[in-house]
């Protein structure tokens, strides 16, 4: 009996392998559409905590935070713009820390803690000419990995499906083919 | 329009209705050397804590060790948590289907105590001592009314809800005083006296920008507008002074 059922459910699994064995003869040729395209970074180098002590144009407006003389604010998956609040009348961006797919920020002290991606990472920001990360924990929020902001790109229509062993830090316009569409 | 009358007829209750005074304490946060978030956020440090949340879960990492944070906690909490607001020892957590309400007596341990379910929808919270206001916003969220809605928190196990306003896709929002500020996207910054929290009455609207959430600190209102940042003197709180403007 038991060799019977065996043999049933091998028969059975077997169907389940058959249609990764046609070559999809059936299926239409995907389209050139005009889409998003992802920009990769390997992983190494899109993780990098970078300073430039100097004014950078905002991108996407993200989250805000407030430690004493300064203002911190979050570009949607690019990093942190650094606001001299010392005089609120003068108050302007005056440096930019890039820490790709960053979306929250808190700070104690001299240490700034952020997210990169699905990661932990903290800053040591006590000196500027001198900030560094200090540790990381990677994946520490697990559901941030397939919820980073630039997992889609931003417009809707057709976009390259991302390929998931590299990291997308950012998306183009151009002529693709059309595999993915966002609603 | 409908604002407006929104606006109106909340004038008009609260012109008829007796006010009762209720105690607003300023709305401190955590510790002397954090600073401060907004209401939009996932992190939040209290004491020597961080906490954050990510779509599903409540975690806790010890700053024993400030340059090495270590986990402590994870909890799943429920479907959907956005936002996460320190006061006193209460963590309020903001998902799209209610209030919860966790105390944090053990830092390392935050136990629920409290929830207020809602229909669907986006919610940042703030909170004082006895009242805590939620917006809800129900646009790509859920069959929510969108609105500013109120609770009576005083017996924090059972939040109460005491007033609904009904307002345009509300976003962030933030309390000095007794004074609230409600972010509505390009609608403006509205401005509510909650000196009787149960009748926000709408005092002004600052229409400089398109505003998603705000800051209360140290006598300035940061606001995080769709195209950077506007700063307001809120020495009075009732009546913000445009100060700077950092856009793009």
């Known amino acids: 009996m038991k060799y019977v059922l065996l043999f049933f459910a091998v028969i059975f699994l077997y169907s389940c392998w058959e249609p990764f064995k046609k070559n999809y003869p059936n299926q239409a040729p995907l389209q050139k559409v005009w889409g998003s395209k ?19 144009p905002l991108k996407k407006a993200g989250n805000i935070y407030a430690f004493g003389k300064f203002i911190f604010q979050i570009d949607v998956g690019r990093g942190i713009h650094v606001i001299d609040n010392a005089d609120p009348a003068k108050a302007d961006r005056i440096g930019f820390i890039t ?85 | 329009m409908k604002m407006r009358l929104t606006a109106f007829v909340t004038i008009l209750v609260i012109s008829i209705c007796a006010m009762f005074y209720s105690c607003t304490k300023e709305a401190t946060s955590s510790s002397a050397s954090a600073g401060k978030g907004g209401s939009l956020t996932r992190f939040t440090i209290a004491g020597s804590f961080l906490y954050a949340v990510d779509n599903n879960y409540l975690y806790a990492y010890s700053l024993n060790n400030p340059a090495k944070p270590e986990k402590v906690y994870t909890s799943p909490v429920g479907m959907n948590i956005e936002t996460i607001y320190p006061y006193n020892k209460y963590l309020f957590l903001g998902t799209q289907t209610g209030l919860f309400i966790y105390s944090i007596d053990t830092p390392a341990k935050p136990l629920l105590i409290g929830e207020a379910r809602h229909a669907r929808s986006c919610d ?10 939620v917006t809800l916003k129900s646009s790509g969220c859920g069959p929510a009314v969108s609105g500013l809605y109120v609770y009576d928190i005083n017996s924090i196990t059972k939040p109460v809800l005491k007033k609904t306003v009904e307002l345009p896709d509300p976003v962030g929002l933030g309390l000095q005083d007794s004074i609230l500020y409600v972010c509505c996207g390009n609608a403006g910054l509205k401005v509510f006296n909650v000196k009787s929290p149960f009748l926000p009455n709408l005092i002004s609207i600052k229409t400089d920008g398109n505003f998603v959430d705000v800051i209360p600190y140290d006598g300035l209102l940061i606001c995080f507008v769709q195209d950077g940042i506007i700063l307001y003197d809120i020495t009075k709180p009732a009546t913000p002074v445009l100060v700077k403007k950092i856009a793009n």
Request: hydrophobic share 40%.
């Open chain 1, 99 to 183: 820490v790709n797919g960053c979306e929250q920020i808190s700070i104690r002290g001299a240490y700034l803690y952020a997210n990169s991606f699905a990661d932990l990472v903290t800053l040591d920001i006590a000196n500027p000419a001198n900030l560094r990360e200090v540790s990381r924990i990677p994946n520490a929020f697990p559901q941030f990995r397939f919820n980073y902001p630039f997992v889609q790109p931003e417009e809707k229509g057709y976009f390259t499906c991302p390929r998931t062993d590299s990291v997308v830090i950012g998306w183009v316009k151009d002529s693709i083919y059309s595999d993915c569409y966002k609603n």
């Open chain 2, 124 to 133: 940042p919270v703030v909170a004082n001592d006895s009242v805590s206001f």
């Open chain 1, 38 to 56: 992802p920009v990769y970074a390997a992983e190494n180098i899109a993780k990098q905590i970078i300073y430039t002590a100097q004014k950078q």
